[in-house]
């Protein structure tokens, strides 16, 4: 049988990734040696490629030249992407309609990897989570997170259970065995809480958004004030939060499965003969 050949890969193009993902949040801005030494290229080809990625707008300068940071172009993709995506399309006008009736926080998220990127965010409510959109969180430590855990694969969910378990607060949840049993209740109840394990203050409750194969893709939740959001009126938000989850899901296509309950035996004294 012939075999297709292999993709050349073009490795200028994976140069420029390199120093595009050495940007991270703790290092936004960085200098030619400082991309030379992460990349583990010479500091004359990363020069030439910080020249032609400042033309394309990929790049800025800063520190009066002496450093660069990602220009608003990467930012104006990455909106791009993110908006013309079906899931975006069809979850942020639920998003916004949501938020105005809660009068709450209310976000869209996914999972990056092990990491939860919140896509959009409607803020209505005065003291919500304070998300930034595109950053990368610890999953774990938001509702939105532990309920896309809850329903990955069970091989996918162990990896992430034996990892190191970051902490955003006090309350954070780091303990490996204690994390599963959460995720497990997240799973069986359809929504995911967080007591102020994201940000001291603030509560919030997600539920799972599914696509056509059935997958969890991304999450829609509620944050707001712990003294508003308490355990006591969570169901009054489950509540609207799953009717717009649903919503939005079977517009992705998805049909969750009706279960029929089994026809009772019939007794002699019913039975027709």
Partial sequence: MNRQPSIRRNASLEKANRLLLAFAEATPELGVMDLARRVGLNKSTVSRFVATMLELGLLERVDHGRKYRLGLRV?????????????????????????????????????????????????????????????????????SGKALLGLLPAAERAEYLGSRLARRTESSIVVPRVLERELAVSAEQGFAVDHQEFMVGVRSIAVPIHDRSGAAVAAIGVSGAARRITPANVPAIVAPLQRVAAEVSRRLGHRPLVRVRPPAMLSDATAVG
């Fill in 75 to 143: 930012f104006e993709l990455g909106s791009l992407a993110a908006r013309h995506r079906p899931l975006y399309a069809q979850a942020e006008p639920a998003v916004e309609k949501l938020a105005a009736q809660l009068r709450e926080t209310v976000t869209l998220a996914v999972l990056l990897g092990s990491d939860l990127v919140f896509l959009h965010k409607a803020d209505r409510g005065v003291d919500g989570a304070s998300a930034a959109l595109g950053r990368r969180y610890p999953a774990h430590c938001s509702a």
